[in-house]
């Protein structure tokens, strides 16, 4: 099991004149490595470009830092972190900003144009919120309390919004069907 | 009221994930229509992703551990500085205190003469006393507005 030293011990065992760092520089390159790929790939998935998703990468740690929360489970550092970058996405959002078209760039990250297409119409047309819930669920494996706690609204709430983004996005990803109907029916058979 | 949600449907999405099959979740997927769509937006999502985290690294950690320090300091600086702005509004609040107090002490001389409470000092001793505070105030405050500009200068510059 990995603990991340964090600032309420650290303040504890630190004595004068030793490092008063809360996290050591080593510490944070450990944690950053195992998990920033994960969050840069989650926040360009959220925001479709590489440049803005690379800002709030670097804000998330900071912010990460600067709080230096108690000391974490490795898993629960990594949902922390997710929770501070869901954070600044929504405040993002906030300002009325969204979904942007790729730059070149992000282009490239796909294998063939079908599929670079695909994504783009899908996650364009998912609402912010059910693009977090469904990258949370099914490419980070959080279950519905995890979700929770990262986005800020209640299990039962994550329940249900699941369930209308994944119909939502299985609507889209089959080009015949209308996602909008396909919403509607699913609401009023609620 | 339709099924919203399979108790399979966390395995299916982790078997794709890890890549670990059973011949019967297999079988589940084809008879489940709730499995069915979270494989295929499973797939489909982490697809997106693998593309993402290959193609895509990172900024150094380094940077970002550099970054975060100043903005720590930026913080520690500024709670540091809280005194001194407490001091300097308390400044211009005793500097505003003593103008109230020099006019209607000026008002109360220009109407009574020294007939009122002034009367005992000499009028050069009470000009000089009015004239140091008056200098030792706006020094003191041009001091801290100083200062203050200074470390907001140095919070950015570090």
Known sequence: ?190 | MKQIRCEREREVAASLRTGLWTPELGSHLHSCTICAETAAISKFLLAHADALKQATGPAPAGLVWRRAQMQKQEIALKRALRPLLFMRALGFACAAFVAIWLLHSSWSFSDAGFAFHLSPIPIREMLAGTGITLFLIAAGAWFLRDSGKQANSTATFT
């Open chain 1, 1 to 190: 099991m990995t603990v991340y030293k964090t600032g309420i011990v650290a303040a504890r065992l630190t004595l004068p004149g030793e490092e008063d760092a809360a996290i050591t520089e080593q510490e944070f390159q450990a944690l950053y490595d195992a998990t920033s790929r994960s969050i840069l790939a989650y926040l360009i998935g959220m925001t479709g470009h590489r440049d803005i998703a690379e800002d709030l990468l670097q804000e998330t740690y900071c912010r990460f830092l600067v709080r230096q929360p108690a000391a974490m489970e490795a898993e629960e550092t990594r949902r922390y972190l997710f929770r501070i970058a869901t954070n600044l996405l929504r405040d993002r959002w906030r300002k009325g900003i969204d979904w942007q078209e790729p730059v070149s760039d992000t282009a490239t990250t796909s294998p063939d144009m079908n599929s670079r297409i695909d994504v783009q119409r899908t996650m364009q047309a998912l609402k912010p919120r059910e693009r977090e819930l469904l990258w949370l669920a099914y490419v980070e494996g959080m279950n519905h309390t995890e979700i929770a706690e990262t986005i800020g609204i209640t299990s039962m709430s994550v329940r249900l919004l699941l369930f209308r983004a994944r119909r939502k996005a299985a609507a889209l990803l089959r080009p015949t069907c209308d996602p909008e109907r396909s919403e509607e029916h699913e609401t009023d058979s609620l």
